[in-house]
């Protein structure tokens, strides 16, 4: 058929009524996939010519994850897409603000359904067109400079499908918008609230519950956006471009793609029967759908108003009551602005109260909820019976977690998936304990982390401030770790099963001290490491400090810490015997000196408190007395008074005490050891100095002498 309304002969004249659109698109795909695959395999020839590149094979590898960092998964891309979608969707419609062209179309003997398919259809030819282009030639200069293999092919094709559904969620949202309004400020700002609505919103309630929830927890559970692609394209494509290979790249997309096609399709549903109802007078009106201006304004208004509070609360040093004022100003305020928008008449700033008044109803019923607690989230413990499992995170142990399928996750994930407490009476009581609790008195106040698995299938997350001070919290925190559930969701070493194969080097260090361990002798230290452990409880790693640390490491720069405490007999056993044990206490025959260094605290604190009720002059004095450095060092070469200080020192240069008591080192002191260069302590021979603290109360005499301030300038 090659009548002038026929459906192809309607598709080139509405390309030709598109020509600058197909120039921005054509351009800016052929400019960014280009000018990436330049940039990038540059960057790879210019590492070579450095050396950085041992074998031809690993110049070769880097430059195909270069090439499909370019064609693929790039950061550089989506911004782009979003904005091409914008565009599109917006010039296509864009007759429809104006009541002459809207006459005019209506005029021509073409059904609304054809002109819809044409307009829609073509929009989506655009971006087609002008992505493979730059794909293809992106993939040209790759090929060019032999960077192109399965994977670089797979993973661009992976990508294809994942932009190009991207794109159609955020046309289908940009014509959407077209359709409810009708000029083009009004379109971008629907079109804004749609994209980002949901981010918005959620990230003011999560501030909410911060700021006035104390048991409030992200920890093992985050609210995320259900609806928003923005956040879904940021929040996995770091996972996704850091993928094995491409099935495991296609296993976090797919899914994801997915949900984009179905949040697509329902835009789009909507969209249509917009357009099928819109009436031909909504050209130059801000709202096609009068019903929509006190919907729009009211759910606007809500985040909009939060966010002002936010302001307020931050500027105002958490002033709550300032907060709810800014709350409901900033309501007010954008309810007379957007009745100005509607009727673009100044005069219109209070028309429509009724829906302004449902609109500070609601900030106000929100900010009550979260300021007086409404519903009891401080309060929630669920009952003994209605408990499945606990996993528990008290603060204090960090390491790193990964296994053969995931390069690295996070602590949370690890212990979500790998800890099941079946005996939850202690962390119930915990919770208990933590309630009333003022966190004023306590001695050393941290957050436990809980996640319930209630029978029911919820989950429910809270974080519990307790007192590790206390003797009822250790007992119970005891109780907790002693669990074998607990052990296996803390500490990837007992029960992982990745195999030696990929382990590349074993290190034992005490600070100072670095022995390398033989990879074969790995099932030996892992074993006897894993029967020690069955003493392991919270008042062992409380008011004990490691004697060293274990590092396994493995390829991809993986690593697992081990720590290991004096009464961990069969491990120090074993490394007596491959002559890789050595005692955190140093001999002073090895040490050529040993630098104090006395800070003086009590003073800097006497000059740094303020008598606010002073004359202003007095109360200045005070201020830049506090400047002053009262710091005293003393360097001790004496081999007698070295061995005098050596029994009373703990080394904190690489070593740490998760879950220790930081009270039980002096931190008025810091100390400096150097060891002789002619030694045979096997210290790390990058650096002959390492860094001591003394334990609380240990400082002899001679050195507190030696390090006195005498009150003249050190």
């Not at 210290?683 to 030696?706: C, K």
């Amino acid at each position: 058929m090659t009548s002038k309304n026929s459906f192809l002969a309607s598709c080139r004249e509405n390309h030709k009524r598109r020509i600058w659109v197909w120039i921005v698109a054509v351009l800016s795909q052929l400019l960014l996939y280009g000018g990436m695959m330049m940039i990038y395999l540059s960057r790879i020839r210019g590492y070579q010519a450095n050396g950085d590149y041992r074998s031809p094979a690993g110049f070769q590898e880097a430059m195909c994850r270069a090439a499909r960092d370019a064609l693929a998964f790039s950061d550089n891309l989506y911004g782009t897409i979003f904005i091409l979608a914008a565009i599109i969707g917006m010039q296509g419609f864009s007759y429809l603000y104006d009541r002459r062209k809207v006459d005019m179309y209506h005029s021509v003997p073409v059904s609304k359904d054809k002109r819809f398919a044409v307009v829609y259809l073509n929009g989506i030819f655009i971006y087609l067109a002008a992505n493979l282009s730059g794909m293809i030639l992106g993939t040209v200069i790759a090929v060019s400079q032999k960077a192109v293999n399965v994977d670089v092919l797979a993973n661009a094709g992976l990508a294809f499908v994942w932009n190009l559904f991207l794109f159609l969620a955020v046309y289908h949202m940009m014509i959407l918008a077209v359709m409810l309004t009708g000029n083009r400020f009004v379109t971008v700002c629907v079109f804004l609230a749609f994209a980002l609505y949901e981010l918005c919103l959620q990230s003011q309630i999560g501030s909410l519950k911060r700021i006035f929830f104390k048991t409030y927890s992200e920890y093992y559970i985050s609210t995320e956006p259900k609806l928003s692609v923005i956040y879904d394209c940021t929040l996995n494509i770091w996972n996704i471009k850091n993928a094995s290979d491409a099935a495991d790249a296609a296993a976090i997309a797919m899914p994801i793609v997915a949900k984009w096609i179905l949040i697509a399709a329902v835009l789009l549903a909507l969209t249509y029967l917009a357009y099928k109802k819109r009436p031909s007078e909504a050209a130059g009106q801000a709202m096609a759908f009068p019903f929509m201006e006190p919907v729009f304004k009211v759910a606007v208004a809500i985040p909009i108003a939060l966010l002002a509070g936010g302001l307020v609360y931050d500027t105002s040093y958490q002033n709550e009551m300032l907060q709810m004022a800014g709350m409901l100003a900033g309501g007010l305020i954008f309810c007379a602005a957007s009745e100005v928008l509607f009727d673009f008449d100044i005069r219109s700033l209070f028309k429509h109260l009724p829906s302004s008044g449902i609109a500070l109803a609601c900030i106000l019923a929100i900010f009550s909820v979260f300021k007086w607690d409404i519903f009891g989230y401080d309060n929630y413990i669920p009952a003994q019976n209605k408990v499945e499992s606990i996993a528990i995170s008290a603060d204090g142990y960090y390491d790193s977690y990964w296994d053969e399928n995931r390069p690295y996750f996070e602590k949370s994930q690890f212990e979500k998936e790998n800890m099941f407490l079946t005996d939850t009476e202690p962390v119930l009581a915990l919770a208990k304990a933590a309630e009333g609790a003022d966190p004023e008195t306590m001695g050393d106040d941290r957050y436990v982390q809980i996640l319930y698995r209630l029978k029911s299938g919820r989950q429910v997350a809270r974080a519990v401030q307790t007192d590790y001070d206390d003797p009822a919290t250790e007992e119970l925190l005891n109780q907790i770790f002693r669990t074998d559930a607990f052990k296996k969701g803390v500490f990837q070493g007992i029960t992982d099963e990745t195999s030696y194969a990929a382990l590349e080097g074993i290190i034992y260090t005490n600070g100072p001290a670095r022995a390398v361990i033989p990879v074969e002798e790995a099932g030996r230290l892992r074993e006897a490491w894993i029967k020690d452990m069955e003493q392991f409880d919270f008042s062992l790693v409380r008011h004990n400090r490691p004697c060293g640390i274990l590092y396994f490491n493995y390829k991809n720069y993986n690593q697992r810490q081990w720590y290991v405490y004096d009464s961990f007999e069969n491990t120090v056993s074993a490394l007596k015997e491959l002559k890789a044990y050595y005692p955190m206490e140093l001999d002073a025959a090895d040490i050529e000196s040993v630098t104090v260094t006395c800070y003086h605290n009590e003073l800097t604190q006497q000059d740094n408190t303020v008598d606010y009720e002073a004359e202003p002059r007095a109360v200045a004095e005070t201020w830049d007395a506090g400047d002053t450095d009262y710091s005293v060092s003393e360097t001790f070469y004496d081999e007698e008074q070295i061995a005098q200080i050596l029994p009373h020192i703990y080394c904190t240069w690489g070593i740490d005490a998760p879950w220790g008591r930081y009270k039980d080192l002096d931190e008025n002191y810091s100390l400096e050891v150097v060891f002789k260069r002619d030694t045979t302590y096997p210290y790390q021979r990058d650096s002959y100095y390492f860094g001591y603290s003394f334990y609380a109360g240990q400082v002899p005499d001679f050195v507190v002498e030696a390090t006195a301030y005498s009150g003249e300038s050190e």
